[in-house]
T-cell receptor, first 114, second 114 residues
Framework: AQTVTQSQPEMSVQEAETVTLSCTYD???????LFWYKQPPSRQMILVIR??????QNATENRFSVNFQKAAKSFSLKISDSQLGDTAMYFC???????????FGAGTRLTVKP | GAGVSQSPSNKVTEKGKDVELRCDPI?????LYWYRQSLGQGLEFLIY????????KSGLPSDRFSAERTGGSVSTLTIQRTQQEDSAVYLC????????????FGPGTRLLVL
């Protein structure tokens, strides 16, 4: 079974600074997908960024980038130039290529301080 | 509609009663997913539909849970004989196709079983 671990229940960062959220996963599969989702207080889950395991290049989306280390089974999210609107729960998720069972980590609550 | 909608947004019920939760996916999305999010926890995958078919129902917590989707659109998650441990937010998501396509989440239904 695949498991996703987020070891940081809570984090905080000063506005405009950079923060990195950690995520590790466990799988015996070789072909899979990884995601970071954001859940603000409104409860709406929003996709932040995704990465295909077969791609070596780290995905980037504006201020969001990942450090994907396949051998280490690590998928961290870096948020640059943090903004107050980045305050939310962040969930790391894993999906096996062969099925559609998305596994989520327990989440990291990020607070951006002014 | 513009996004995934769910109804009701909140539901309070008594232990032992049946409840039905509804999800309207984005028009044209063939895949539909149900998740459960308990207080302060990550998301637990329940079931997904590709069209009207649910290939794997093993994620449903017990035989009190069932889901159906008709016409490749609206889905209903039914919980029979509700228990207090069923209290959670039930999130629905849809994607254009199953697999690594981006999942778009609804606002969820907050269920409270007294």
């Amino acid at each position: 079974a695949q498991t996703v671990t987020q070891s940081q229940p809570e984090m905080s960062v000063q506005e405009a600074e950079t923060v990195t959220l950690s995520c590790t996963y466990d799988t015996s599969e070789n072909n899979y997908y990884l995601f970071w989702y954001k859940q603000p207080p409104s409860r709406q889950m929003i996709l932040v960024i995704r990465q295909e395991a077969y791609k070596q290049q780290n995905a980037t989306e504006n201020r969001f980038s990942v450090n994907f280390q396949k051998a280490a089974k690590s998928f961290s999210l870096k948020i640059s130039d943090s903004q107050l609107g980045d305050t939310a729960m962040y969930f790391c998720a894993f999906m096996n290529h062969n099925n559609n069972d998305m596994r989520f980590g327990a989440g990291t609550r990020l607070t951006v301080k002014p | 509609g513009a996004g995934v909608s769910q109804s009701p947004s909140n539901k309070v019920t008594e232990k032992g009663k049946d409840v039905e939760l509804r999800c309207d996916p984005i028009s044209g999305h063939t895949a539909l997913y149900w998740y459960r999010q308990s207080l302060g926890q990550g998301l637990e995958f329940l079931i997904y539909f590709q069209g009207n078919s649910a290939p794997d129902k093993s994620g449903l917590p017990s035989d009190r849970f069932s889901a159906e989707r008709t016409g490749g659109s609206v889905s209903t998650l039914t919980i029979q004989r509700t228990q207090q441990e069923d209290s959670a937010v039930y999130l629905c998501a849809s994607s254009l196709l199953a697999g690594m396509e981006t999942q778009y989440f609804g606002p969820g239904t907050r269920l409270l079983v007294l």
